[in-house]
């Protein structure tokens, strides 16, 4: 059975950072792309970073110069350094995964985390 588990959110003020972690287990890491993806209330899901099995990586316009997404494959984990935050950053973030590359559809994805709240204040 293919576990994700999101961990590292919280509040924060604005200007601040988290590190989001999401350890996968339960099918080979390394063959896997990850995305991170997040939902603020009343929004749809959308894309914020994914990182290809080969370690090929792409950041929504709106994160890019502020998160950083690495990818551990002795840990089988995947970490989203988030900095400079946002009140407008404020979601819960999901890590998923798929086969080989990543996408920014929430669709292609065949597996997923519980979640992680993210909180920024102003």
């Known amino acids: 059975q293919v576990q994700l588990v999101e961990s590292g959110g919280g509040l924060v003020q604005a200007g601040g950072s988290l590190r989001l972690s999401c350890a996968v287990s339960g099918r080979t890491f390394s063959s896997s792309a990850m995305g991170w993806f997040r939902q603020a209330p009343g929004k749809e899901r959308e894309f914020v970073a994914g990182i290809n099995w080969n370690g090929g990586i792409y950041y929504a316009d709106f994160v890019k110069g502020r998160f950083t997404l690495s990818r551990d494959n002795a840990k089988n984990t995947v970490y989203l350094q988030m900095n400079s935050l946002k009140p407008d950053d404020t979601a819960v973030y999901y890590c998923?995964?798929?086969?080989?590359?990543?996408?920014?559809?929430?669709?292609?994805?065949?597996?997923w985390g519980q979640g992680t709240q993210v909180t920024v204040s102003s």
């Open positions: 998923a995964a798929k086969v080989l590359v990543h996408s920014t559809h929430p669709n292609d994805y065949n597996y």
